[in-house]
């Protein structure tokens, strides 16, 4: 299954996004971010029956915006994490798509305002004590989302040269894959990886592994991706093209493939939307 992201939509509601989709004949919707409104719930039920939808870390968007981190130190940026994945999870199953994706976490607390941007200056916990805290999180709301019924999915982050060169080391967990490598083995059958190629392609620039060599690497534990393109020094969430390094070693026949592409009219995504849909079903036919 095809999906297109409404993360490119920050200052719009997430259904009206959706919605706008469907209009342009995108049918799967990665529901991710977008503005908060008071009556998501009720509105996602309005939509067309046909729109199938699932849910992506940070939906639905809460009233006070906190940044989603399973790996803080902070009480109650930790607690807020917790609370609103268990929410996503019960909002997944309501809306007939019993799967949940989340980011990993960072070894910071950075502000809304630093996410996808320049990180500040923010005390850096320790690698083992955060990635240790991250994991024993991930198997607590795994093995309640087992009881449930979900799957769930963690999401590679992404580290450029100028945040590593900046704090003298990786302020984020799971961006290299010999750590996501590690950190999957310990998990459920219900975690999986959601490899963005995107992240990936910047992290191999910054941290210089091979691409190939990578995906490689976390083959196994790869259930679903997203999807989009850049320079390899920014995650600018650009279009995909025939030039996108991932063609050659993408796996065929998943039923998760997000596109995830920012600042674009809908008319264009529904574009990429279909050429997606052909790359992925001619894959499947190889």
């Known amino acids: 299954m095809i999906f297109v992201s409404t993360g490119g939509q920050r200052n719009t509601a997430a259904a009206k996004t959706a919605l706008d989709f469907y209009d342009h004949g995108i049918l799967g919707v990665e529901l991710s971010g977008g503005a908060y409104s008071q009556t998501s719930e009720q509105d996602l039920a309005s939509l067309p029956k046909q729109l199938k939808l699932q849910l992506h870390n940070y939906f639905p968007p809460p009233q006070d915006p906190f940044v989603l981190n399973l790996a803080s130190n902070d009480a109650i940026i930790s607690n807020q994490s917790l609370i609103h994945i268990r929410f996503a999870m019960r909002l997944a199953i309501s809306l007939g798509c019993p799967r949940y994706s989340f980011h990993a976490g960072f070894r910071i607390n950075p502000h809304v305002s630093e996410l996808g941007k320049k990180l500040g200056r923010h005390s850096l916990q320790d690698r083992k004590f955060a990635y240790e805290l991250f994991g024993d999180r991930v198997l607590m709301l795994a093995e309640e989302a087992r009881q449930e ?8 982050n992404v580290i450029n040269s100028a945040n590593l060169s900046f704090y003298g080391e990786d302020p984020l967990l799971l961006t290299h894959p010999d750590e996501i490598s590690c950190f999957m083995k310990n998990m459920p059958s219900n975690v999986h990886l959601l490899l963005d190629v995107a992240h990936l392609k910047v992290s191999s620039n910054a941290l210089g592994f091979d691409l190939i060599d990578a995906h490689e690497t976390l083959k196994e534990w790869i259930k679903g991706y997203h999807l989009s393109d850049n320079d390899g020094m920014t995650d600018s969430n650009g279009e995909v093209s025939e030039d996108s390094w991932f063609w050659q070693v993408l796996i065929p026949n998943l039923d998760y ?17 279909e050429y997606v849909s052909a790359k992925v079903g001619n894959l499947s036919c190889k």
């Open 149 to 156: 019924g979900v799957t769930l999915f963690i999401e590679n």
């Open 257 to 273: 493939y997000t596109l995830e592409v920012y600042k674009t009219p809908a008319y264009k995504l529904a574009e990429q939307y």
